[in-house]
């Protein structure tokens, strides 16, 4: 039982290119989050999804997007990386039984230059 | 290198003592609410929660704290050790469907030997 995997682990960009974010959970989740976390401050929402086929926006969406085509895999895009997209990205999942026991991938740092 | 924490509160106890970190939240009707603790390059890890109708949980050596009054929440952990240095975090989740995490700013735990 892997939980949260996320890929890549690291990644430098240059501004202007693009990539993808993979999050993959095999716990059957409903619930999938995309989080920002910079130096000195906790995490921040930028997208989730509450199923399959759905994804809505959070707190910090601007030049991201996400798909979620498959239930355990959650993707973010970003179309055309700024330096001040340099973060590490955390994923999570959780069940949507009420259950609020989130489960966290081990991050991903992406730094654009 | 190490990108969280850098400009967080330090919290400095010698091993043995009982730690207490504190967090002030946001939103006055959050319903749950989770403490963290995050190492070095890892993702954000689960300690002790607390429901929003009880004022007081206590875990293995932790016990939160919750004042709805002044929308404050403490962490104390007892007999601090040095598997204990790390930054923590405290969440709260509102009433929303997304019921997504809202994270503080943290606290860095340094534990003296």
């Known amino acids: 039982n892997a939980g949260v995997t996320q890929t890549p682990k690291f990644r430098v960009l240059k501004t202007g290119q693009s990539m993808t974010l993979l999050c993959a959970q095999d716990m059957n989740h409903e619930y999938m989050y995309w989080y920002r976390q910079d130096p000195g401050m906790g995490l921040r929402l930028i997208h989730y999804s509450v199923g399959e086929g759905t994804t809505a926006k959070g707190e910090v969406p601007d030049g991201y997007n996400v798909s979620r085509l498959k239930k355990q895999n959650f993707l973010l895009g970003l179309e055309s990386a700024a330096p001040s997209q340099t973060s590490v990205y955390f994923c999570a999942s959780r069940s949507g039984t009420g259950n609020y026991g989130y489960t966290f991938g081990s991050g991903t740092r992406l730094t654009v230059v | 290198g190490e990108s969280v924490g850098l400009h967080l509160p330090t919290l400095s106890v010698q091993e043995g003592d009982n730690s207490i970190i504190n967090c002030a939240y946001s939103n006055s009707a959050s319903d749950y609410f989770i403490w963290y603790k995050q190492e070095s390059g890892k993702g954000p890890q689960f300690i002790i929660d607390i429901r929003s109708n009880m004022d007081k949980r206590q875990g293995q050596r932790v016990t939160v704290l919750l004042n709805k009054t002044v929308k404050h929440l403490s962490l104390q952990i007892a007999a601090t050790q040095p598997g204990d240095s790390a930054v923590y975090f405290c969440?709260?989740?509102?009433?929303?469907?997304?019921?997504?995490?809202?994270f503080g700013s943290g606290t860095r735990l340094q534990v003296q030997p």
């Open positions: 969440a709260e989740i509102g009433t929303t469907g997304r019921r997504a995490l809202t």
